[in-house]
């Protein structure tokens, strides 16, 4: 069965090209996530020194904790979500555009959720997808960060340290 | 029938756009709301269709007017509330979509009678045609309250009367009208009956079987209800001379 798409933005807008949007944004954001893996492979390379010729860890040397590796690479996900708000404003107020109130047909339609299907679908659905792509990717790094890295070079507790650091927060 | 008691309206802190007002809207008449420009025509129609607040009731054969009922309603205003972007076409099928007693006869013929094109886009019409386009939807949609907010603003008065001679060979005995308007002169021969508001009041409310019963027409009945001074105009016109003078 095909989804019909023009049900979830206002009349009047493509939904193909809106969704797309949305997407691209995701894409962005993921794309920028990647920088995470630029600081990583530094953060694990001065671990090591050279000894003839030979990659040997520094002594006593401690990898960076994942939260501040990972940093503010997961900011392009917030700024999806926030961009999504001004989204579904901006949906409401095309329906004050083009030299018509096409809101007071939307406002007096038996189907009182109509409206709101379509200013808020694909801003919702956006952010939703932002939040579960960046925990998704969040747990990605984490486990290249626990996998790649020696074990004597990870200090402890480091998935409670995510969540104290307030990433999680400042991504969000 | 629609009946309205003790409706006010505010805009924010200013002064009351209606005021306590009371009417009641049978089916099947043809009503003219007049008023001047700020009297609270649109906010009475408005507030009929829930889309301001307001303080009192307004129901709809006794019901509360919610999404249950309110296909009930249908609207057409000088602001206009089509889709731009959408064709007349595409309007029949969202209208069809939504409201189960939408006309596609009445839709198709008067599209064809105002000879408007199907699948331009609405916001490429003429300012005329829009006024039509408007007026066809709340015609169509099925509905048995047919409000209408200065409809024929900017229309020329060939299309006005062709416009009046439709509605009143198109209209069913059940479906009302309730017609917001300036046009005092061109829909006195049309409506059963007419509404006077000032100051956000209802000052008057005669039937125009009433008004021909009493030898009078509807612009005396107006200018007197609403203490029109005949010598205004003189008064004002002399004042402006003598201080040229």
């Known amino acids: 069965m095909k989804l019909d798409l023009s049900k979830y933005v206002p009349l009047g807008i493509d939904s193909k090209?809106?969704?797309?949007?949305?997407?691209?944004?995701?894409?962005?954001?993921?794309?920028?996530?990647?920088?995470?893996?630029?600081?990583?492979?530094?953060?694990?390379?001065?671990?090591?020194?050279?000894?003839?010729r030979v990659r040997v860890l520094i002594p006593g040397a401690m990898m960076p904790d994942f939260a501040s590796i990972l940093g503010g690479y997961l900011m392009g996900f917030a700024v999806t979500a926030i961009f999504m708000l001004g989204l579904a404003a901006y949906y409401y107020i095309y329906h004050y555009h083009g030299g018509?109130?096409?809101?007071?047909?939307?406002?007096?339609?038996?189907?009182?959720?109509?409206?709101?299907?379509?200013?808020?679908?694909?801003?919702?659905?956006?952010?939703?997808?932002?939040?579960?792509?960046?925990?998704?990717?969040?747990?990605?790094?984490?486990g290249i960060y626990m996998l790649f890295t020696p074990d004597e070079c990870i200090s402890p507790d480091q998935w409670r340290k995510i969540w104290d650091s307030g990433l999680i927060e400042y991504a969000w | 029938m629609i009946e309205i008691k003790d409706v006010s309206k505010r805009y924010g802190f200013g002064k009351?756009?209606?005021?306590?007002?009371?009417?009641?809207?049978?089916?099947?008449?043809?009503?003219?709301?007049?008023?001047?420009?700020?009297?609270?025509?649109t906010t009475l129609l408005k507030c009929i269709l829930g889309l301001l607040k307001y303080s009192g009731s307004i129901t709809l054969d006794g019901e509360p007017i919610t999404t249950k009922n309110i296909a009930r309603l249908s609207f057409a205003t000088t602001e206009h509330s089509f889709f731009p972007e959408l064709s007349p076409k595409m309007h029949r099928e969202f209208y069809k979509l939504h409201f189960p007693k939408f006309s596609d006869r009445r839709f198709n013929g008067l599209m064809e009678f105002f000879d408007l094109p199907m699948n331009k886009k609405a916001q490429s019409l003429s300012t005329g045609q829009k006024n039509q386009f408007e007026v066809i939807l709340a015609l169509s949609q099925g509905a048995d309250y047919i409000l209408m907010d200065e409809p024929f603003a900017g229309n020329d008065?060939?299309?006005?009367?062709?416009?009046?001679?439709?509605?009143?060979?198109?209209?069913?005995?059940?479906?009302?009208?309730?017609?917001?308007?300036?046009l005092l002169e061109e829909v006195e021969n049309f409506i059963s009956r007419a509404v006077l508001i000032r100051a956000g009041s209802i000052v008057g409310d005669v039937s125009m079987l009433e008004l021909q019963e009493e030898g009078r027409d509807l612009m005396g009945y107006v200018k007197e209800t609403y203490h029109y001074r005949a010598d205004r105009v003189s008064r004002a016109l002399s004042d402006l001379t003598d201080d040229e003078e």
Not at chain 1, 26 to 34: D, E, I, Q, R, W
Request: aromatic share 12%; with cysteine.
């Open chain 1, 17 to 52: 090209r809106a969704f797309k949007h949305s997407a691209v944004f995701l894409g962005v954001s993921a794309v920028y996530s990647m920088g995470f893996a630029f600081s990583y492979l530094h953060a694990r390379n001065s671990l090591y020194m050279v000894e003839h």
């Open chain 1, 100 to 142: 018509s109130r096409s809101m007071y047909t939307m406002r007096r339609l038996p189907d009182r959720w109509d409206l709101w299907r379509r200013c808020l679908t694909i801003p919702l659905v956006t952010i939703l997808a932002s939040a579960l792509a960046a925990f998704l990717v969040m747990l990605v790094y984490f």
């Open chain 2, 16 to 41: 009351k756009a209606l005021s306590d007002v009371d009417l009641t809207l049978p089916q099947g008449e043809i009503v003219g709301l007049f008023g001047e420009n700020g009297a609270g025509k």
């Open chain 2, 157 to 182: 008065v060939f299309n006005r009367e062709d416009f009046y001679k439709v509605l009143l060979g198109i209209l069913e005995p059940t479906e009302t009208v309730i017609l917001s308007t300036h």
